[in-house]
C-alpha cells in the first residue's frame, strides 16, 4: 500500500493538498463481485482508416478468457479477437488488464453494432451491447465535441466531481460523430495509493458515451504518473488504441482524417516549459507497495518530462503538415492538445512559451485552422492570431522586458460577415470545462489598461524549498504580457462542451465550420446538466479543390 501523504501536483493547482484515496490494491474496481472477466470501461477509438476502422478497447477485473467482439454483420456475426495488455501499477501493485479489437474493412457513414464479451464474462448470456458510426468518405457533412479536464464522478477521488458524469451525458445530447478528449482525463496522478481505481471509475463513467463514438484522447500533465514508464504515460497508453505515428513514440501522438478535415493529437509535455507532472510535495516521502520494488519518493521529486521525445514529435508534426499541405482532399487542420499557447486564466496555469517556440511557427507556416487545448479549466477563445510581437512582456517579479513571443491577432473585432477565415490566422480555444472539482474562470487584467493579462510561463518552474522544512513547492508563471490575442473569455462558469459543425461546401464555393460552445451555468457552485448555448461562431474559407 501507499501510505497515505500529503500530494501536490500542477503549479496552477498549487494551493490544492491532497490525502491519498483509500483503495487498496487487492480490491476489486466492482464492489461486491469477484474479479473475472467481465468487460468494463468499454471505449472507442478511430482506427487508422476512420471511415473503415474502429478499436473497440475495454477493461476488466482480472485476466479475459477468450476476450473478443462480436459485430452484427447481415450473414451473421463476425468475431474480433482482442489483444491484451497490461501493466502493474508503480505505486501501489495493482494489475490492470485491458483488452483491444481492431475492427477493419468497415463499410463507411453507416451503423455497426457489436458486442463484447469473453469466457469469463459475468454477463455472458447478456453481453454488453451498443452500436456505432463509421466516419463518411470524401467532402461531406459532420458534427464533433470536445473538452479536456474530465476526472470522475467519484467526488471522494481529487479533483473529481459529478459535474463529469453530466459532462459525458452532454456529449451523447449532442450526438457527435467522435468527441475530442484535450487531456487530463481523471487525475489519477493525484490520488497516487489508488491510480488504477481512479482510471475505472473514469473509464465506466465514459463509457456511457465512449462505446457509442470514438473519443479521442490527448495526454495531460495528470496522466504523468510516478512508477508508470519513463514519461508516467503506462496507464494511459495501456487503455488506449490510438493511430501509429511510425516513431519510437507510439499513442503519445497521433493524426486522422475524417473527411476533408485533418486531425492531429499532440502531447505537449513534450515542449512545454512548466513542470506539471506527478510531484511529491512532501514532507514525508511517498512509499511504494513492496511488490513494485520500487523506491520510495523523496519529497521534492517531480517527473519532468519536457524534451522527452528528442525533438520527434516536432519533426513528424511538420512531415504530417507538409503531407497535409500537398493533399488537396483536406481543406481544414484542427490541432489538439493539453497545455496553451494562449490563456489569460488568473488563477491557473496561464500561456506556455514552449509551444510558441516549438509549434506555433509551424501552425503559422502550415496554416493550420483551430488548436483545442483544456489545461486551464475554463472556456477562452482568441482573435485568428499570425507571427509575434517580441519583447513585450515582462517578468512576474521584477517587471524586466522578457520575451514570451506574444502572439500577434491579425484581426480585434468580429468580422463585418461574421464569418472568420482562418488562412490567415489560428484561432485557439481553451476548453478546460469537462468536470472538474477546480473551475478557473477567473481572467487576468492588466491593473492599468484593465484589458485581458495573461501569465506566460517562459522558463522551467522546478521545485524549491517550500515554507514548511522538508517540502517543495512549485513557482508559477515567471512573466506576464497583454493578452491582446484574447477575443472572448467565459466569466460565468468554467463548465462547458464545444460543439463543431463541419460543413464541406458546394464545388468552387466555401466550406465552413460552426463552433458553437454550450456552458454549464451554475456549475461553478453545484454540478447541473443544463448546458445553454454561450455563443456561436462560424469559420469559412475558399475550399482548396473545386
Ligand atoms: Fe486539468
Ligand atoms: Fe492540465
Not at 477493461?59 to 479477437?81: C, Y
Not at 490527448?218 to 494511459?236: M, T, V
Not at 513528424?316 to 489538439?336: F, G, R
Request: proline share 7%; glycine share 10%.
Amino acid at each position: 500500500m501507499v501510505s497515505r501523504r500529503t500530494f501536490v501536483t500542477g503549479a496552477g493547482l498549487s494551493g490544492l493538498i491532497a490525502a491519498a484515496g483509500s483503495r487498496s490494491a487487492s480490491e476489486p474496481t466492482r464492489e461486491g463481485s469477484a474479479p473475472d472477466g467481465t468487460p468494463e470501461q468499454i471505449h472507442l477509438t478511430f482506427g487508422e482508416d476512420p471511415a473503415s476502422s474502429v478499436c473497440v478497447s475495454w477493461a476488466s477485473t482480472a485476466q479475459a478468457v477468450n476476450p473478443r467482439v462480436e459485430l452484427k454483420a447481415d450473414d451473421g456475426a463476425r468475431t474480433i479477437h482482442a489483444v491484451q495488455r497490461t501493466y502493474t501499477d508503480g505505486l501501489n501493485g495493482q494489475t490492470v488488464f485491458t483488452y483491444h479489437a481492431t475492427i477493419s474493412g468497415l463499410e463507411a457513414d453507416a451503423a455497426h453494432s457489436y458486442l463484447v464479451t469473453a469466457d469469463n464474462d459475468r454477463n455472458r448470456l447478456q453481453p454488453f451491447a451498443a452500436a456505432f458510426r463509421t466516419a463518411p468518405r470524401g467532402r461531406a457533412r459532420f458534427r464533433w465535441t470536445s473538452y479536456g479536464d474530465l476526472s470522475t464522478p467519484n467526488s471522494s477521488w481529487v479533483l473529481s466531481s459529478p459535474q463529469s458524469a453530466f459532462a459525458v451525458k452532454a456529449v451523447e445530447r449532442f450526438q457527435p460523430l467522435f468527441h475530442l478528449l484535450n487531456g487530463d482525463l481523471c487525475y489519477a496522478n493525484l490520488n497516487p495509493s489508488a491510480q488504477p481505481a481512479v482510471w475505472a471509475d473514469f473509464g465506466n463513467n465514459v463509457q456511457a458515451s465512449a462505446a457509442n463514438r470514438p473519443w479521442m484522447p490527448c495526454p495531460g500533465n495528470h496522466e504523468i504518473e510516478f512508477g508508470n514508464g519513463e514519461q508516467g504515460l503506462d496507464a494511459y497508453l495501456t487503455r488506449y488504441s490510438l493511430p501509429a505515428n511510425g516513431t519510437a513514440f507510439p499513442g503519445r501522438w497521433y493524426q486522422f482524417q475524417v473527411g476533408s478535415a485533418l486531425f492531429i493529437s499532440l502531447n505537449a509535455d513534450d515542449v512545454i516549459y512548466q513542470d506539471s507532472g506527478a510531484f511529491l510535495a512532501g514532507p514525508a516521502p511517498l512509499i511504494p507497495a513492496p511488490s513494485t520494488g520500487n523506491a520510495p519518493i523523496v519529497p521534492g521529486t517531480s517527473l519532468y518530462i519536457r524534451g522527452y521525445s528528442g525533438g520527434a514529435q516536432t519533426r513528424w508534426l511538420e512531415q504530417t503538415l507538409i503531407d497535409a499541405a500537398a493533399n488537396k482532399e483536406i481543406d481544414w487542420i484542427i490541432v489538439q492538445m493539453h497545455q496553451d499557447a494562449l490563456s489569460s486564466s488568473k488563477y491557473g496555469n496561464g500561456s506556455d512559451k514552449g509551444i510558441r517556440e516549438a509549434w506555433l511557427p509551424l501552425f503559422d507556416r502550415y496554416g493550420v485552422d483551430l488548436v483545442l487545448c483544456g489545461h486551464d479549466h475554463d472556456y477562452e477563445r482568441s482573435w485568428p492570431v499570425r507571427g509575434c510581437n517580441h519583447n513585450t512582456g515582462r517578468d512576474a517579479l521584477t517587471g524586466a522586458t522578457v520575451d514570451t513571443l506574444q502572439p500577434k491577432p491579425v484581426i480585434t473585432a468580429n468580422p463585418p460577415d461574421g464569418q472568420f477565415d482562418t488562412s490567415h490566422g489560428t484561432i485557439h480555444f481553451i476548453l478546460g470545462g469537462g468536470g472538474t472539482s477546480a473551475p478557473l474562470d477567473a481572467y487576468g487584467e492588466n491593473p492599468i489598461s484593465r484589458t485581458p493579462q495573461a501569465k506566460v510561463i517562459t522558463k522551467p518552474n522546478r521545485p524549491v524549498p517550500g515554507a514548511v522544512p522538508g517540502t517543495f513547492a512549485k513557482p508559477g508563471a515567471d512573466a506576464v504580457e497583454d493578452a491582446i490575442w484574447s477575443a472572448r473569455r467565459d466569466t460565468e462558469t468554467g463548465y462547458g462542451i464545444a460543439v463543431f459543425d463541419l460543413d464541406p461546401g458546394e464545388p468552387h464555393g466555401k466550406t465552413s465550420i460552426t463552433i458553437s460552445y454550450y456552458h454549464a451555468l451554475g456549475a461553478d457552485k453545484a454540478a447541473t446538466g443544463d448546458y445553454q448555448l454561450f455563443e456561436t461562431l462560424v469559420i469559412a474559407k475558399h475550399r482548396r479543390r473545386a
